[in-house]
């Protein structure tokens, strides 16, 4: 509901009303303040679903962002892919404890379940329709979630596949652990970087495992809150 609101009200705006609010949404999100970072939450959310914000009207924002100098605003819109990357054929080779052999119509059926030790198991699970149906799993705990989320490698469709669960995108230190991923999507991982702590911000801007642009908006943030 709340990036659909988020996303009804942005649509309505002519093209530099979005990109001028944009730019406010970040700069109150770099600085900590709590709108801002609700504000940023919504954005990532209404970006994750490619129906409710088309690439056609993202590149209109992009476009315009960079005519008007909004550059923060036009990397928060980049859809850059993770800084590392494994053909999928190979992460699902090294996935440890997964039997992909086993039918995926019975997997996703699996991650419904509520015993412990399929769903430990299914965690490693490198198809992102089973994560799906894990996510949604009543009996899933924020532990298991985030052995998903810093599973390395990993598949940038996992990691969205998170994203668009607001019950877990919520949490903060699931919100870390995508900015802390190199095989985040980039754009993913930079979204969620207005609404991090700086301790945490200071710790990702000077990790050289990620994306330089995940690394820099980390900076810029932590600079903002000093």
């Known amino acids: 509901m709340r990036a659909a609101v988020f996303a009804e009200r942005v649509l309505s705006l002519p093209t530099d009303g979005v990109t001028a609010l944009l730019a406010v949404v970040l700069d109150d999100g770099r600085a ?26 993202r590149a209109d924002w992009y476009q315009a962002a960079a005519h008007n100098g909004h550059d923060s605003v036009c990397k928060l819109l980049l859809e850059l892919p993770p800084f590392q990357s494994l053909p999928r054929e190979v992460i699902e080779e090294i996935a440890p404890g997964v039997d992909t052999g086993i039918p995926l119509g019975r997997r996703k059926s699996q991650a419904r379940s509520t015993d412990r030790i399929t769903l430990e198991r299914l965690l490693l699970d490198p198809e992102p329709s089973v994560i799906k149906n894990l996510l949604q799993n009543p009996a899933l705990t924020e532990d298991w979630v985030l052995r998903i989320a810093t599973r390395r490698p990993n598949l940038p469709d996992v990691m969205r596949q998170i994203a668009k669960v607001p019950r877990w995108f919520d949490r903060y230190w699931v919100r870390v652990a995508i900015a ?23 710790e990702i801007a000077a990790d050289g495992t990620l994306h330089i642009e995940v690394r820099e908006a980390a900076r810029l943030a932590s600079e903002r809150r000093g």
């Open 32 to 57: 900590g303040l709590p709108d801002g970072k609700m504000a940023m939450r919504a954005l990532t959310d209404a970006l994750g679903d490619a129906e409710r914000i088309p690439y056609i009207v």
């Open 180 to 202: 802390r991923n190199p095989y985040s999507p980039t754009g993913l991982a930079i979204r969620v970087i207005p609404g991090l702590n700086r301790q945490e911000l200071r």
